[in-house]
């Protein structure tokens, strides 16, 4: 007979009052982005109020609205022993199909409401990411980041080669000098058939 007692209970996240289990479980892709998103922001918060946090974190904006986003940045005055209490500065979630519509709907309106200062869609599939930026309480597309190969790059104009952005800047505060996570550290390692 199999020990329960060590199964993790299934993930849920709260959206509109409504809970929501987390099923199926996330691709191993979208596991691996998620981790190595976790590993380039930790890399550059050490020693700072800064915390990167990984999945299974949860963040409570609100009674109604219980999240556990893929990747975040926090300040560690909010950072308690059950989870996030308050906006994190910015928070990261990796598309799947199950997921998809709140990610781009119910969660993003919330996060921007609640003041996540920078909210990060990443598409594991096209191997891009989309910043927003928060904009009085509301989500502004900031930056696309991707890449292309070189038969796609070789396609391509002057212009259109100039346009294309790897190189994914993280400033906190205003003023504060930031950090770069590479686009290809991202991806890096996470294709398996």
Known sequence: MENLAYIDPPRTERIEGETYRMIPPPRIKNVLVAGNIY???ERHLT???YKAISS???VY???DN???PDAMICERS???RDGIYGAPDLVVEVLSPSTRKHDRGAKMRHYAAAGVR???IVDPLAESVEVYKNHGGIFELDEIYEDYN???RAQMTEKELADIHTDIPVALQEGEEGFTVRLQEIFEDTTFE
């Open 118 to 120: 920078e909210y990060w």
């Open 61 to 63: 904006l609100d009674d």
């Open 78 to 80: 909010k950072i308690h």
């Open 66 to 68: 219980i999240y556990d």
């Open 39 to 41: 590993i380039a922001f």
């Open 150 to 152: 070189a038969e796609d």
């Open 56 to 58: 299974k974190s949860l």
């Open 47 to 49: 020693g700072t109020s």
